[in-house]
């Protein structure tokens, strides 16, 4: 019964915005950081954006620093990605994934000690 939903997904004209909601069911988030990641055709699966069971310590990926920005509302057992400023290169399935890891910089750049998966939501930056 243990599972991750993504929300938030669609299409998007290039400079706009989306907001990806990640919500828990079966379990409570607090224990665990949260990673979004995200795969496009032909494409390796990157981390995007990676936080701490406490929101205390935050990772973006290069690509994505400055537009994106990842937060979580643990009484609302949900995380959620905000993504502004968005181009084509953003296009792409995003996941969330949570691990009981300490080294969340680490997390998000070599997808180790994830342990939950959602099915994830498409993302299409286009005009």
């Known amino acids: 019964q243990l599972q991750l939903v993504e929300s938030g997904g669609g299409l998007v004209q290039p400079g706009g915005s989306l907001r990806l909601s990640c919500a828990a069911s079966?379990?409570?988030?607090?224990?665990?950081?949260i990673g979004w990641f995200r795969q496009a055709p032909g494409k390796e699966r990157e981390g995007v954006s990676c936080?701490?069971?406490?929101?205390?310590?935050?990772y973006y990926a290069d690509s994505v620093k400055g537009r994106f920005t990842i937060s979580r509302d643990n009484a609302k057992n949900t995380v959620y990605l905000q993504m502004n400023s968005l181009k084509p290169e953003d296009t792409a399935d995003y996941y969330c994934?949570?691990?009981?890891?300490?080294?969340?910089?680490?997390?998000?750049?070599?997808?180790?000690?994830?342990?939950?998966w959602g099915q994830g939501t498409q993302v299409t930056v286009s005009s």
């Open positions: 994934a949570a691990g009981t890891t300490w080294n969340v910089p680490t997390m998000c750049r070599l997808n180790i000690n994830t342990d939950y």
């Open positions: 079966g379990f409570t988030l607090d224990a665990y950081a």
């Open positions: 936080i701490s069971r406490g929101s205390s310590v935050t």
